[in-house]
């Protein structure tokens, strides 16, 4: 059994070497996330001067209908779980566990897809300079730029890289459940309390997805649904 110092030098040298080795195609798969983000938002000012998208609106407006104070504890508590309270530290823990674990493919996953999507997310927000929605006031009010959610992307970021590392143990129903659950509502709840447009949340959703899979078939090369992952 090799000693604790030559198992880290070990999983330095993996890791170095992975990044070594697909580097330039993350930055590939970071520019093919944003350059799709970026024709969303052109197809946004093309067909409403810069505004809302046509179903953005009323969605919202919808949701402001049925606001009541039950509804309101329970967004907010996915709104806290969704990025700051949940999201965060439990992706900055998978990573960590999964190393500590000498997991070192999937911690450097993990470290990569989420990382990555928080960068991603922060880049596009300043790139875009989307206002929040404006149609109430909030409960829960946000003072960055709207689009895309990032808690939308965070939330559906660490959903597909527990789903993807869950798939070929028998846990993979339960994730698929639970995340089945998590997402939508985290995504719901920003638009509820009004400091997202329904654009910004599918954006966040598709960018997330996207990116996640597309480091996922980076690093491990082949969808492993049906056999085992190498590590």
Excluded: C
């Amino acid at each position: 059994m090799p000693a604790d110092g030559d198992a880290v030098a070990e999983g330095s040298s993996a890791t170095g070497g992975l990044l070594r080795r697909h580097g330039w195609k993350f930055l590939l798969l970071f520019v093919g996330v944003l350059l799709p983000m970026w024709a969303f938002m052109e197809l946004a000012d093309e067909v409403h001067e810069a505004e809302a998208i046509p179903f953005d609106e009323p969605i919202l407006l919808f949701a402001q209908q049925m606001a009541h104070e039950g509804f309101d504890r329970v967004f907010l508590f996915f709104s806290a779980i969704g990025y700051a309270w949940g999201v965060v530290p439990g992706s900055v823990a998978l990573a960590l566990v999964l190393l500590a674990r000498r997991r070192w493919r999937d911690g450097l996953f993990a470290a990569i897809a989420t990382g990555g999507a928080a960068l991603l997310n922060m880049g596009t927000k300043r790139l875009f300079a989307r206002d929040r929605p404006s149609l109430w006031e909030s409960i829960a009010p946000e003072t960055t730029y709207s689009f895309p959610s990032g808690h939308a992307m965070g939330s559906m970021t660490l959903a597909t890289v527990l789903v993807l590392l869950a798939w070929p143990t028998r846990l993979r129903w339960w994730v698929i459940g639970a995340m089945a659950v998590f997402v939508p509502m985290v995504g719901l709840s920003r638009v509820y309390l009004g400091v997202h447009y329904p654009s910004d949340i599918l954006a966040g959703w598709t960018a997330a997805s996207v990116w996640t899979v597309g480091v996922y078939l980076v690093m491990y090369h082949r969808p492993t649904f049906g056999w085992a992952r190498p590590n």
